[in-house]
């Protein structure tokens, strides 16, 4: 058993097949992992949906829904959904609010002209509502005249909510105002430190890291598979992640001058390729999943790659 001191989890990946979904939530509860995080990406499965059906379907791995765009959904739904969720499956959900993707919010036409505003308004909001407090609030975008859940759909155990922020300024929004931040990948120690810094805690406050992870008994195979999943790093919205690292600009270039995404990732240097995801063999990935949980992050989340999810989940175990 690794000697870790934080939870390890896996994220159930946007794109698994719709035969395997429910056998790979059942397999990662099975197999040890304390949490399983899912997805909402635009064009992809509702976080919702995905959350209630593994929730219903395993026995007693903690579900995170990373993360719900604040501008897709209004608060008050949010909270009776979330709050449903909670009363099931007590102690066993965690909410993620967010920005969303600037593209994809953008595409959906549900880019608000002042996000930060909108994440605070909404977290505020949406823990007032889950503990069955009346929420009144006459903010920029969030609006509510005393609404309350109904007692009958107040979880006995709130579930805490997180923000999935990158910038400076959201971290620090997430640090007034939610129970946890849930950082995206890479996350490295460097950038835990410095985001740590713009969170600011000043109550408990959880640290969710996901990564990219490939376990093999061989090194460089493990590197391999693990390249073709940073094909969307190299631009401005990953710069936080990356600039503490100290190559930010030479990735940048790389990305720019590359022929297409396959041309990118194969030609990153194995140094690169090694800090930005945790790949290699188990007792490697276990090391760095140490100093993680080291450097501050509460709950690890594993990202699997390759064709096969179940075949790489089995081997993502081994680090258990």
């Known amino acids: 058993m690794t000697q870790a001191t934080g939870a390890i989890g896996v994220l159930l990946p946007c794109d698994i097949q719709p035969a395997d979904m429910i056998a790979f939530a059942r397999e990662a509860d099975a197999c040890g992992f304390d949490e399983l995080w899912v997805v909402e990406d635009l064009g992809h499965r509702g976080g919702l949906a995905q959350a209630a059906t593994v929730l219903a379907r395993t026995q007693r791995i903690r579900v995170g829904v990373g993360l719900l765009p604040a501008a897709a959904r209004n608060v ?28 994809w919010m953008r595409s959906a036409g549900a880019w608000p002209h002042s996000p930060l505003t909108l994440l605070r308004e909404y977290i505020n909001a949406l823990k007032t509502l889950l ?3 009346p929420a009144d609030t006459h903010g920029r975008y969030v609006r509510l005249d005393g609404l309350r859940l109904h007692p009958s759909t107040v979880p006995e155990q709130t579930p805490d909510v997180f923000a999935g922020v990158r910038s400076p300024k959201s971290l620090a929004v997430s640090g007034e105002t939610a129970d946890g931040t849930l950082l995206a990948e890479p996350v490295t120690p460097p950038y835990v430190h410095q985001a740590l810094r713009s969170i600011n ?72 390729v090694e800090q930005l995801t945790l790949a290699g063999t188990a007792e490697h990935v276990r090391t760095r999943l140490d ?25 993502l175990a081994t680090v258990l």
């Open 291 to 315: 100093n993680l949980f080291t450097s501050g992050v509460t709950s690890a989340v594993l990202i699997p790659t390759g064709p096969d999810y179940r075949a790489s989940l089995a081997t």
């Open 201 to 272: 805690p000043q109550r408990p406050h959880r640290l969710t890291a996901y990564n990219i992870a490939v376990v093999d008994k061989n090194r460089r195979t493990a590197l391999t598979t693990a390249r073709p999943a940073l094909k969307a790093l190299g631009n401005a919205d990953w710069k936080p992640h990356i600039a503490p690292l100290g190559f930010h600009e030479d990735l940048a270039e790389l990305r720019r001058t590359s022929t297409g995404a396959q041309a990118f990732t194969q030609t990153m240097p194995d140094k690169w």
């Open 76 to 103: 008050a739904f949010t909270a009776m959904e979330a709050a449903t969720l909670a009363q099931l499956h007590p102690g066993r959900i965690d909410i993620a609010v967010g920005h969303g993707m600037p593209d």
């Open 131 to 133: 503990t069955g407090e």
